[in-house]
């Protein structure tokens, strides 16, 4: 629809966050709106920039954020996603303005596209009166869970749970109050967590429109009581990283000779074991992942990132003893090419966090998981993947001969048999999300003609 005779407004701004886990689907939005378009512009932080080189089609434009580079780096994400709200709205707001004021009548702005961490933009897409559309890089059941359970931890709380239990179906009462707790159990005071969920979702009450990374086979029931509480209409159009072509995003370099090594091996025979780029773990917990690993007398190629080791420094965390004993069947790599190694014929299984990229390109792969949840969102993604849809197995407790079993249901035991295959089952119903008439494939057409109506 052209407004006054002017050519359709086509750019769209998107603002991201500097983690690993947002990048790479804000990124992959932008490729796959672009493929419908759009131009796009990036604006980034200067603290984890994106590399521009890997996507000529855009404009990139960093910001000042004036983040301290150790509060991130010590991994302090709340204090992270708090300053840096604070820190760039003007810087931002400013850029916007004289975008706006420079846009030639064939290039302007539609709306400003945002991460739901960096919130402040809604306020910007107000001042600037353009639409704003949050993207959610979690699940819907993460959605959900910040509205429906604002105060998990008030009194209360379990009587409301038990009285909705029967207005629920097996997908959202699967969210048990132990998971609903969990993930608001971090090193931060309940309070602070509690007051970010309610700034983002008053952010999202906000919007102009809601897009989520994820299918609607995965999380019907979520995906209906979140679009009854808010106004704006909701895109769920993943799998994104099945969306677009498979660009690497990578903030660390990664070390793609683990390719050449699980060539060599037999299908399906080896564990992937990733923890995502944030979570960290002490050393007493990395030995017992580590013998795990030994004692399972399987195959397993480990991403061991620096500062998976919390307060530790060390090169070389590892026992020379336990690096003998696995050097014939092990490889250990900083950082992999993870969707590659997911969709390689000799990984069988994949012990994970369950962040919710890593769970989403596990079940795109039909790779079955082994789940160990450290915080926020990985609790409930740990519920759905184990619980719901039982695609994975959840490990207890980060202690050696627990692990080994797991690890050998999950990889070889008949026990482990019907997570295998129901991995392989939802696989298939995800290509289908993303073929012509699949749910997600006209989700995206429905948010391409929904922006073009601005
Ligand atoms: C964070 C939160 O922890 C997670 O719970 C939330 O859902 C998203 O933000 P992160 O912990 O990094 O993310 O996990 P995840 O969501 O799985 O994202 C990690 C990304 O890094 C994935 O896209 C994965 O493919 C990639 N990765 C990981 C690599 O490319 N190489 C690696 O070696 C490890």
Not at 39 to 63: A, C, E, M
Not at 135 to 141: E, G, K, Q
Not at 277 to 298: F, H, Q, R, Y
Not at 423 to 434: D, M, S
Request: proline share 5%; glycine share 6%.
């Amino acid at each position: 629809m052209e407004k006054l005779g002017k050519p359709k407004a086509n750019r769209l701004v998107f603002l991201t966050s500097p983690f690993q886990g947002h990048i790479n689907p804000m990124l992959q939005l932008a490729t796959i709106l672009h493929s419908k378009g759009f131009s796009i512009t990036i604006v980034h932080l200067q603290f984890n920039s994106p590399n521009p080189s890997n996507h000529p089609q855009f404009t990139f434009k960093p910001i000042t954020d004036n983040l301290s580079e150790s509060k991130v780096l010590q991994g302090d994400i709340l204090g992270t996603v708090k300053a840096l709200n604070k820190n760039c709205q003007v810087p931002f707001e400013l850029y916007m303005k004289q975008m706006t004021e420079k846009e030639d009548s064939d290039d302007r702005i539609s709306c400003i596209v945002y991460d739901g961490l960096m919130y402040f933009a809604h306020t910007v897409a107000n001042n600037l009166k353009l639409p704003g559309i949050i993207v959610r890089t979690s699940a819907a059941a993460g959605i959900f869970n910040f509205t429906v359970f604002p105060h998990p931890h008030q009194q209360g709380y379990i009587s409301l749970l038990d009285s909705m239990a029967e207005e629920f179906s097996t997908e959202l009462q699967s969210l048990k109050l132990k998971e609903l707790h969990a993930s608001i159990k971090t090193e931060y005071p309940p309070d602070a967590v509690l007051e970010l969920r309610a700034i983002i979702t008053s952010a999202i009450k906000d919007s102009s429109a809601i897009i989520i990374n994820t299918m609607s086979y995965l999380e019907r029931e979520a995906l209906t009581k979140i679009q009854d509480i808010f106004n704006a209409s909701i895109f769920p159009v993943g799998p994104f990283h099945k969306l677009a072509p498979t660009v690497s995003n990578s903030l660390l370099q990664e070390d793609r000779s683990c390719i050449s090594w699980l060539d060599k091996q037999a299908p399906k025979s080896v564990l992937y074991v990733s923890f995502g780029s944030i979570v960290s773990m002490t050393e007493d917990e990395l030995l017992e992942v580590a013998w795990g690993l030994a004692n399972s007398e399987l195959p397993f190629l480990w991403v061991l990132r620096p500062g998976l080791v919390r307060g530790s420094d060390l090169l070389e965390p590892l026992p020379e003893i336990f690096k003998k004993r696995v050097e014939e069947r092990g490889c250990i790599v900083e950082w992999a090419p993870q969707q590659d190694l997911l969709a390689h014929s000799a990984v069988g299984g994949f012990w994970t966090h369950c962040g919710w990229n890593s769970t989403l390109e596990s079940i795109c792969e039909g790779v079955p998981m082994l789940c160990r949840p450290f915080f926020g969102d990985q609790f409930l993604n740990v519920r759905y993947v184990c619980h719901l849809w039982r695609v994975g197995l959840e490990l207890e407790e980060l202690e050696r001969e627990k692990i080994v079993k797991a690890i050998r249901k999950l990889m070889v035991d008949g026990e482990g048999e019907e997570v295998r295959q129901r991995a392989v089952e939802f696989k298939e119903k995800a290509k289908l999300c993303q073929i012509e008439g699949g749910s997600s494939y006209c989700s995206l057409n429905d948010l391409a003609e929904h922006i073009s109506s601005y």
